[in-house]
């Protein structure tokens, strides 16, 4: 009877580590697609080609998020639905940050119209897979985007970087002060 028992324990081992194998690669398989897009901000947003999705902390929260560039033809009526912030880090630097006027300004170019960033704040082991908040970055107009470290006040945190498409090739780091998203314009970018 105890032979029996003690052959027990190793095979409940085995498959436990299986079932938990099984349930690690459920999550590392998440496809990050304009159907995912869709289902998190709405129909008006969709991934812009060639620009990779970003996992860093940029909350400083411990856990992964997630940064995307898109392009977002209304934010403002898919907000209340799919619980996202619209936020304008960019018009708020300047002055005057309301989304509700600011998404209503034209941009210089057709092909800077609806670039946005979106940005969601994961919570707990699932990360950024269960949404603590989310929000669409409006009227940032840039070529690249990148997220890297970055000083503030002695401290280091988590940034997203963009290149700018002003004629200038300014760079510009947007980051989390913790309660919003921050603009800080970097200077010009070095290469021609």
């Known amino acids: 009877m105890s032979c029996r028992r003690f052959a027990l324990v ?4 085995f498959f436990l ?12 398989d998440f496809k990050i697609d304009n159907d995912f897009v869709q289902k998190q901000f709405g129909s008006s947003c969709k991934l812009i080609e060639g620009e990779q999705p970003m996992i860093a902390d940029m909350n400083g929260d411990g856990t992964e998020d997630l940064v995307l560039a898109a392009r977002c033809t209304n934010p403002m009526t898919d907000q209340s639905e799919h619980e996202f912030t619209v936020l304008d880090p960019y018009y708020t ?12 300004f034209v941009a210089d170019t057709p092909e800077t119209k609806g670039i946005v960033v979106l940005v969601i704040h994961g919570q707990g082991a699932e990360t950024w897979h269960n949404p603590k908040e989310k929000f669409v970055l409006v009227n940032l107009s840039f070529r690249q985007i990148s997220v890297k470290k970055m000083m503030l006040k002695k401290k280091r945190i988590m940034a997203i970087y963009t290149q ?3 004629g200038n090739q300014s760079v510009a780091a947007i980051f989390w002060d913790g309660k919003k998203y921050r603009y800080e314009p970097m200077g010009s970018s070095l290469t021609e």
């Open 164 to 166: 700018e498409t002003d």
């Open 93 to 104: 630097f300047y002055g005057y940050g309301n989304p509700k006027i600011t998404t209503g």
């Open 10 to 13: 190793p095979i409940s081992i």
């Open 17 to 28: 580590c299986l079932i938990s194998l099984a349930q690690g690669t459920k999550s590392r």
